[in-house]
């Protein structure tokens, strides 16, 4: 049995979901199945029962989540007796967030380290106690002890700045490749109720949208503050602007205050 087994076991029984497991902890379905038969196999059980609806907890799956649940707070014990002797804040956060604010971490003192992740992995991460604070585009159900700092971000529709805009021209439109990446849903949301008829280009890093936008005639939806950071792009004024909030999370008063002044100051 590995360690992430447990994880995969516990999503399972509160979810009751193959599928909805895989995306939580940012597995595949073939995965999330191997290793739950892997687990079965080892201790003799059958831990589900596969339906049409969902998956059935059988009396086998009982007796081995009483001792799941003793191994999960084991774990995440374990992370926190070793890591409160370390100064270090773990900061994990997005490609697109990380650029956003990781700098102002960078210079504000020495003792964060920073991790860019996805969306999935984020979160589990966080519940796992591997990262003190996560930023994210996503909001999260925060347990009991669990501060949420919610801070409104301002998006812009943005182009090459060497771009010379053709009213009647219809250009694609950047976006991530990731189905769940917040920017992507809101910006086709955004497209649809103009129910305009565009194409689209999908990437898979920050770094390649923004070289693909500077020198291409296209447009994608990005934060103020990163268009701010590049000379290569300006805003297309005729287009509104929409707000998406970021949200960040940590346990104690001392992390709550540092992501209030990352979000005010940045």
């Given at each position: 049995?590995?360690?992430?087994?447990?994880?995969?076991?516990?999503?399972?029984?509160?979810?009751?979901?193959?599928?909805?497991?895989?995306?939580?902890?940012?597995?595949?379905?073939?995965?999330?199945?191997?290793?739950?038969?892997?687990?079965?196999?080892?201790?003799?059980?059958?831990?589900?029962?596969?339906?049409?609806?969902?998956?059935?907890?059988l009396p086998d799956g009982e007796?081995?989540?009483?001792?799941?649940?003793?191994?999960?707070?084991t774990l995440k014990n374990l992370y926190q007796e070793f890591q409160t002797e370390s100064q270090e804040i773990r900061v994990g956060s997005t490609q697109l967030?990380?650029?956003?604010?990781?700098?102002?971490?960078?210079?504000?003192n020495s003792h964060f380290t920073m991790h860019t992740d996805a969306v999935k992995k984020l979160n589990r991460n966080f519940?796992?106690?591997?990262?003190?604070?996560?930023?994210?585009?996503?909001?999260?159900?925060?347990?009991?002890?669990?501060?949420?700092?919610?801070?409104?971000?301002?998006?812009?529709?943005?182009?090459s700045s060497s771009l010379e805009m053709n009213p009647e021209e219809v250009l694609p439109v950047i976006v991530s490749r990731d189905k769940l990446c917040p920017l992507r849903h809101l910006?086709?949301?955004?497209?649809?109720?103009?129910?305009?008829?565009?194409?689209?280009?999908?990437?898979?890093?920050?770094?390649?949208?923004?070289?693909?936008?500077?020198?291409?005639r296209a447009i994608a939806l990005l934060p103020e503050k990163l268009i701010k950071q590049e000379r290569r792009l300006k805003v297309l004024p005729s287009l509104s602007p929409v707000t998406l909030p970021v949200y960040g999370y940590c346990r104690n008063k001392t992390e709550a205050d540092i992501l209030n002044q990352l979000f005010q100051k940045t």
């Amino acid at each position: 049995m590995e360690i992430n087994d447990i994880a995969i076991f516990m999503e399972l029984y509160r979810n009751r979901s193959i599928t909805k497991t895989a995306e939580l902890l940012n597995y595949t379905q073939s995965n999330v199945s191997t290793r739950l038969m892997k687990l079965e196999k080892e201790f003799n059980g059958t831990f589900f029962l596969r339906t049409r609806s969902g998956l059935k907890i059988l009396p086998d799956g009982e007796r081995f989540y009483q001792y799941a649940v003793i191994m999960e707070d084991t774990l995440k014990n374990l992370y926190q007796e070793f890591q409160t002797e370390s100064q270090e804040i773990r900061v994990g956060s997005t490609q697109l967030l990380s650029r956003l604010y990781f700098p102002w971490l960078y210079e504000k003192n020495s003792h964060f380290t920073m991790h860019t992740d996805a969306v999935k992995k984020l979160n589990r991460n966080f519940n796992s106690q591997i990262y003190d604070i996560i930023i994210t585009h996503m909001a999260q159900s925060p347990e009991t002890g669990i501060f949420q700092i919610q801070y409104p971000e301002v998006l812009l529709w943005t182009a090459s700045s060497s771009l010379e805009m053709n009213p009647e021209e219809v250009l694609p439109v950047i976006v991530s490749r990731d189905k769940l990446c917040p920017l992507r849903h809101l910006t086709l949301q955004t497209l649809s109720q103009g129910k305009s008829e565009l194409s689209l280009i999908e990437v898979d890093t920050l770094d390649l949208l923004i070289t693909l936008l500077s020198s291409n005639r296209a447009i994608a939806l990005l934060p103020e503050k990163l268009i701010k950071q590049e000379r290569r792009l300006k805003v297309l004024p005729s287009l509104s602007p929409v707000t998406l909030p970021v949200y960040g999370y940590c346990r104690n008063k001392t992390e709550a205050d540092i992501l209030n002044q990352l979000f005010q100051k940045t």
